[in-house]
T-cell receptor, first 114, second 113 residues
Framework: EAQVTQNPRYLITVTGKKLTVTCSQN?????MSWYRQDPGLGLRQIYY???????DKGDVPEGYKVSRKEKRNFPLILESPSPNQTSLYFC?????????????FGPGTRLTVT | AQSVTQLDSQVPVFEEAPVELRCNYS??????LFWYVQYPNQGLQLLLK??????LVESINGFEAEFNKSQTSFHLRKPSVHISDTAEYFC???????????FGQGTTLQVKP
């Protein structure tokens, strides 16, 4: 089954404790992206990757890191989480970045930072 | 800069009634427009999209949206809703340079029996 998987689905942590949210897709997609969803704000892009070893900042990159060492994986790293990073996070992938290709979303990771 | 505005945060409607979810966008370039649906505790799923050609696009479950360039709108409609349509709906425009989806704030459709 073609899908985007994320782990963990739920995470409660404390301020300053490094964490990683994994994202993997099995569709051989070139383009991958992370979004965060906050009430009343919709979804905002954090980082994106056009292909392996190519990443760039989205609209809200502060406090986050990413890497793209393999085509299928695109982990999101919070080196020192803070309470304002409490949010619902989605990983997404598409065949490529242009031409209006559909982005496929993972199930989401709900992160709470206390 | 591109932006998307969804004019209603919540739309309550009775089952079998028609519904319209409004979306306006701002862009200085040609756009690709999308509607995504998010059911409770799930990720987003593509409902329909406009890339080019016919301005009326349809989904497999009875929704349709019309691209109106002069009014910069992409409203979503369904002539008769079901309880199962209860979800949050997001309108989005695609940035052609980065592939980023720029989302509206979302509209919660609440279908009542």
């Amino acid at each position: 089954e073609a899908q985007v998987t994320q782990n963990p689905r739920y995470l409660i942590t404390v301020t300053g404790k490094k964490l990683t949210v994994t994202c993997s897709q099995n569709m051989n997609h070139e383009y991958m992206s992370w979004y965060r969803q906050d009430p009343g704000l919709g979804l905002r892009q954090i980082y994106y990757s056009m292909n392996v070893e190519v990443t760039d900042k989205g609209d809200v990159p502060e406090g986050y890191k990413v890497s793209r060492k393999e085509k299928r994986n695109f982990p999101l790293i919070l080196e020192s989480p803070s309470p304002n990073q409490t949010s619902l996070y989605f990983c997404a992938s598409s065949l490529t970045s242009g031409y209006g290709y559909e982005q496929y979303f993972g199930p989401g990771t709900r992160l709470t930072v206390t | 800069a591109q932006s998307v505005t969804q004019l209603d945060s919540q739309v309550p409607v009775f089952e079998e009634a028609p519904v319209e979810l409004r979306c306006n966008y701002s862009s200085s370039v040609s756009v690709y427009l999308f509607w995504y649906v998010q059911y409770p505790n799930q990720g987003l799923q593509l409902l329909l999209k406009y890339l080019s050609g016919s301005t009326l696009v349809e989904s497999i479950n009875g929704f349709e949206a019309e691209f109106n360039k002069s009014q910069t709108s992409f409203h979503l409609r369904k002539p008769s809703v079901h309880i199962s349509d209860t979800a949050e709906y997001f309108c989005a425009v695609s940035d052609p340079g980065t592939g980023k989806l720029i989302f509206g704030q979302g509209t919660t459709l609440q279908v009542k029996p």
